[in-house]
């Protein structure tokens, strides 16, 4: 079992990689500027290094260069989220569904977007979309999990948490969470 510092060297080996890659992009951005994927691929890197206002930037910069990339506004969306902006997300999201109506992860974030917003039965009709989508999709049956809890509906609740954690979503965190959404406290 490796220890605490072994593990933080891991993580600073990590860092230093992504910032390697953001580097490299950024000289191909440099050199060439009209590229929407160098764009793309910088903002998720950002994302990876909680930096979502620089991740907003590049995606931004990618949908200005291709407005029909589904991936690039979902992108933007959770860069969103993680600001607590999910009025912009939810612009986002809508966009990547309009784009391609099969995203199903775009369905899954809007519903948690929503479910933070209170609008807990738009929520589940989002989850319940994602698992039309894909029945495996263990973070939608946590938030329609929770927005079933935020309406009283504890029958309903228990079910979707139990797939859910049977589909590997993190059981305790859900348990904590839905404590919260039965007081009507939201996930921030």
Not at 100 to 115: G, I, M, Q, T
Not at 164 to 177: E, P, S, V, Y
């Given at each position: 079992?490796?220890?605490?510092?072994?593990?933080?060297?891991?993580?600073?080996?990590?860092?230093?990689?992504?910032?390697?890659?953001?580097?490299?992009?950024?000289?191909?951005?440099?050199?060439?500027?009209?590229?929407?994927?160098?764009?793309?691929?910088?903002?998720?890197?950002?994302?990876?290094?909680?930096?979502?206002?620089?991740?907003?930037?590049?995606?931004?910069?990618?949908?200005?260069?291709?407005?029909?990339?589904?991936?690039?506004?979902?992108?933007?969306?959770?860069?969103?989220?993680?600001?607590?902006?999910?009025?912009?997300?939810?612009?986002?999201?809508?966009?990547?569904?309009?784009?391609?109506?099969?995203?199903?992860?775009?369905?899954?974030?809007?519903?948690?977007?929503?479910?933070?917003?209170?609008?807990?039965?738009?929520?589940?009709?989002?989850?319940d979309k994602a698992i039309e989508l894909n029945p495996k999709q263990s973070s939608a049956y946590a938030v329609r999990s929770l927005a079933n809890a935020n309406l009283g509906r504890e029958d309903d609740a228990k079910g979707?948490?139990?797939?859910?954690?049977?589909?590997?979503?993190?059981?305790?965190?859900?348990?904590?969470?839905?404590?919260?959404?039965?007081?009507?406290?939201?996930?921030?």
């Open positions: 079992m490796g220890s605490d510092n072994d593990k933080s060297q891991d993580h600073g080996d990590l860092l230093s990689l992504l910032q390697g890659k953001v580097d490299y992009l950024t000289k191909l951005i440099g050199d060439k500027p009209a590229k929407y994927e160098f764009y793309k691929e910088r903002g998720v890197l950002y994302g990876q290094l909680a930096d979502p206002v620089a991740a907003i930037k590049d995606f931004s910069e990618a949908i200005k260069l291709e407005p029909k990339n589904a991936d690039v506004y979902y992108n933007r969306g959770m860069a969103y989220v993680h600001l607590k902006e999910y009025f912009a997300a939810l612009d986002d999201f809508n966009q990547a569904i309009g784009l391609d109506p099969l995203h199903v992860d775009a369905y899954n974030n809007r519903a948690a977007a929503l479910y933070e917003l209170g609008h807990s039965e738009m929520a589940i009709r989002d989850a979707d948490f139990a797939l859910a954690k049977d589909l590997g979503f993190d059981h305790h965190l859900l348990f904590h969470l839905l404590q919260r959404a039965r007081k009507g406290q939201r996930l921030n």
